[in-house]
C-alpha cells in the first residue's frame, strides 16, 4: 500500500488569485492523478500527471487554468489559476500502486 | 468513451445485506474498483475485479461479468459505519485512469 500526504487540507481563497496543492507519496508511484469533486458529487478526472512531460488534461481542462508539475515518481503539484467562485470544490490526488489506486485526504477550497 | 451507472441512493437496516450494482460501458476494459468514501473523507479502496467471479474481503464482496458489463459491490452483517457513499470505478486499458460512477448513497438505519 501507499500514503499521500496532501496539503493544505482547506483554504479561503480571494477571486483572481491562485493557490497550489501538494501531493507527497510515501513510495514511487507511476500514475499520478488529479481529481475535482463538487459537493455530493462523484471525482471528476481533471489530469494524468506524467514525470517528466506535460500532464494530459481531460476535456474541459486546460493546463493554463489547472498546471501541474510532476518533477519525480513521489511527487505533485496541482495550480487552480485565476480562481473564481466556481473553483470552489473539493481537489483529490491519488496515486496507483500496481492495481491499487490511493487518494490524498483531499483540498477544501472555497474561493470568495 | 466510457458511461457508469449506479443508483443514487439506497438504504437499508443494521445487521442486514445489501447489494449496490454498476454497469459500465466501455473501451479497453482493465479492471473495475469499488471505493467507500464517508462525508467529508477521501475514498479509500475496497476491492478490485479484473475477472469474472466473486472476490470475497471480510463482510464485503464484489462481483463482476465482463460479457455483461456488470459488477456489484454486496456488504453483510450491516453496521452503523457502513453509512457511506460507494463508488464504482473502471480502469481503462492504455491509459491506466479511473473514470468514476456517480456513486450511491448508502443510509443504514437501526
Known amino acids: 500500500s501507499a500514503v499521500i500526504s496532501q496539503k493544505p487540507s482547506r483554504d479561503i481563497c480571494q477571486r483572481g488569485t491562485s493557490l497550489t496543492i501538494q501531493c507527497q507519496v510515501d513510495s514511487q508511484v507511476t500514475m499520478m492523478f488529479w481529481y475535482r469533486q463538487q459537493p455530493g458529487q462523484s471525482l471528476t478526472l481533471i489530469a494524468t500527471a506524467n514525470q517528466g512531460s506535460e500532464a494530459t488534461y481531460e476535456s474541459g481542462f486546460v493546463i493554463d487554468k489547472f498546471p501541474i508539475s510532476r518533477p519525480n515518481l513521489t511527487f505533485s503539484t496541482l495550480t487552480v489559476s485565476n480562481m473564481s467562485p466556481e473553483d470552489s470544490s473539493i481537489y483529490l490526488c491519488s496515486g496507483q500502486l500496481n492495481t491499487e489506486a490511493f487518494f490524498g485526504q483531499g483540498t477544501r477550497l472555497t474561493v470568495v | ?110
Open chain 2, 1 to 110: 468513451g466510457q458511461n457508469i451507472d449506479q443508483p443514487t441512493e439506497m438504504t437499508a437496516t443494521e445487521g442486514a445485506i445489501v447489494q449496490i450494482n454498476c454497469t459500465y460501458q466501455t473501451s479497453g476494459f482493465n479492471g473495475l474498483f469499488w471505493y467507500q468514501q464517508h462525508a467529508g473523507e477521501a475514498p479509500t479502496f475496497l476491492s478490485y475485479n479484473v475477472l469474472d467471479g466473486l472476490e470475497e474481503k471480510g463482510r464485503f464482496s464484489s462481483f463482476l461479468s465482463r460479457s455483461k458489463g456488470y459488477s456489484y459491490l454486496l456488504l453483510k452483517e450491516l453496521q452503523m459505519k457502513d453509512s457511506a457513499s460507494y463508488l464504482c470505478a473502471v480502469l481503462s486499458f492504455g491509459n491506466e485512469k479511473l473514470t468514476f460512477g456517480t456513486g450511491t448513497r448508502l443510509t443504514i438505519i437501526p
